[in-house]
């Protein structure tokens, strides 16, 4: 089966980085500097900052829906991303950590769940895409639980 895997568009994030830290702070976002290598993935470009890169630290609403399942939570955005959006490529960012992913119907109801390495994600984006009610998929780091990327159908 095909899919499609999605960061987070840029645009919408653009102003914040030309904004104070008070500005941030008001919008309960920071600003940090990466000081290892993997540990500030950002969400836009699916890609990890190097260290003494700036990123912003920020609540998203990763999931919309009007349902018990709407959800924010904390993101890590770089300033210059392309986003990432493609078919059937998977990025190094995900291949290298271990995935919740969240199988939804198109009302956002949590249709199925598991979790695999990175490295085993096509199987399981298969099976949770076998249910025909599955309308889309969301993968989270599944150590800090962060919100990572959109899968959909392709």
Known sequence: MRFRIS??????????????DEA??????VR????????YPCRISLTDAQAGQALILLNYE????????????????RQGEEQFD?????????????????????????RDADVAQGTALEPLIERL??????????????????YAARVDRA
């Open 62 to 77: 990763h999931q919309p829906a009007n349902s018990p399942f709407r959800s924010t939570h904390a993101i890590y955005i």
């Open 129 to 146: 895409f076998a249910d025909e009610k599955v309308a889309y998929l969301h993968i989270h780091m599944a150590r800090p639980g962060c």
């Open 86 to 110: 493609r078919v059937d490529e998977v990025p190094e960012q995900l291949r290298r950590r271990l995935l919740s992913v969240r199988g939804f119907d198109a009302q956002g109801m949590l």
């Open 7 to 20: 960061g987070l568009p840029a645009e919408p994030f653009a102003e914040l980085f030309a904004l104070s």
């Open 24 to 29: 941030l702070a008001e919008r309960r976002a």
């Open 32 to 39: 940090v500097i990466a000081d290892t290598a993997h540990g």
